[in-house]
C-alpha cells in the first residue's frame, strides 16, 4: 500500500495499491466524499500509464490542482521510483 500526502487540495492523502501496473484499493481521506468515491470507483483496475496522461493536469476551480491531478503525481512518482 501506497501513501501520498496531498498538496493544494481538500484531500489529505491518497492511498493505493499497484498490482501488475494496474491500479487498486485508491481511497481519498478528507475532500469531497462523494465526487472521490466516484473517482477511486472509475479508476480501479485502470493501468498507471493511461491514468497518469488522463488526470495529469486537471485543475479544481482557480487551483492549480485537483484530486485526480494529485493521484495523478502520486503515481507518477511511484513509477518513476520502480523505474530506477
Do not use: R, W
Not at 1 to 26: H, L, P, W
Not at 37 to 56: F, N, P
Not at 78 to 84: A, E, L, S, T, V
Request: a positive charge; charged letters at 25%.
Amino acid at each position: 500500500m501506497y501513501q501520498y500526502s496531498t498538496n493544494g487540495v481538500c484531500a489529505k492523502d491518497i492511498t493505493f495499491d499497484v498490482e501488475n501496473g494496474a491500479v487498486k484499493n485508491v481511497k481519498f481521506t478528507g475532500g469531497c466524499n462523494g465526487n472521490l468515491q466516484g473517482i477511486a470507483s472509475l479508476v480501479e483496475g485502470m493501468e498507471v500509464d493511461k491514468l497518469i496522461d488522463k488526470l495529469s493536469g486537471i485543475k479544481c476551480g482557480n487551483k492549480n490542482t485537483s484530486c485526480p491531478d494529485q493521484l495523478s503525481k502520486a503515481l507518477l512518482k511511484i513509477k518513476n521510483h520502480n523505474d530506477k
